[in-house]
């Protein structure tokens, strides 16, 4: 089983650049989310979704936007990258109340 | 918003210690999730609760899922050097299941 790919691993963008992160998961969840997790500290929420063509916002949603067009898909976009962005990313996903599944992240750095 | 109260923030013991922590809340949650993250790492689960009372072990940890189901505590017994990371609790809200996670327990062990 896969569970939750994320992609790229790594990623160095300069300022004003944009870029998408990619989440995909091949275990039907309904649930899908999107954390930043900045050095020494716990993850925050960025987006999420409860089902394909709902999305809502997190706790620092603003830089960022997503979509879920699919149950296995939800991509994250940057449009104007900003250092404050520079973080480790993670996409989770699962079904109802079971446990959720993360992603390996993705380094992102901007300059 | 909801907010999960996750304590103690930081935690430095001696290798053989037993680790005490936990999470609270004022809303009701239908699951809880103990997490690890060891660095560069997304977070592995550890342990899943799904019944208010429910005990469970695995290994040298024990969590519980409190009767209130507002809260939950993960204990770590005779730590070892192998512990160290970053723990996260993680409650499905009810009647959403919507995912919160909280802030985390950094745990540092010496030999």
């Known amino acids: 089983n896969a569970g939750v790919t994320q992609t790229p691993k790594f990623r160095i963008l300069k300022i004003g650049q944009s870029m998408t992160l990619q989440c995909a998961q091949d275990m039907n969840h309904n649930y899908m989310y999107w954390y930043r997790q900045d050095p020494g500290m716990g993850l925050k929420l960025i987006y999420y979704s409860v089902g394909a063509g709902i999305t809502d916002k997190g706790e620092v949603p603003n830089g960022y936007n997503v979509s879920r067009s699919t149950t296995e898909d939800f991509p994250l976009r940057l449009e104007l990258a900003a250092p404050s962005q520079t973080s480790v990313y993670f996409c989770a996903s699962h079904s109802g109340s079971t446990e959720a599944f993360f992603g390996q992240g993705t380094r992102l750095t901007v300059v | 918003g909801q907010q999960l109260n996750q304590s103690p923030q930081s935690m430095f013991i001696q290798e053989g210690e037993d680790v005490s922590m936990n999470c609270t809340s004022s809303?009701?949650?239908?699951?809880w999730l103990w997490y690890k993250q060891d660095p560069g790492e997304g977070p592995v689960l550890l342990i899943a609760l799904y019944k208010a009372g429910e005990l469970t072990s695995n290994g040298r940890l024990t969590a519980q899922f409190g009767i209130t189901r507002k809260d939950s505590f993960l204990n770590i017994s005779a730590s070892i050097p192998s512990d160290v990371g970053i723990y996260f609790c993680?409650?499905?809200?009810?009647?959403?299941?919507?995912?919160?996670f909280g802030t985390g327990t950094r745990l540092q062990v010496f030999p």
């Open positions: 993680a409650g499905q809200l009810w009647p959403t299941d919507k995912l919160i």
């Open positions: 809303s009701i949650f239908n699951t």
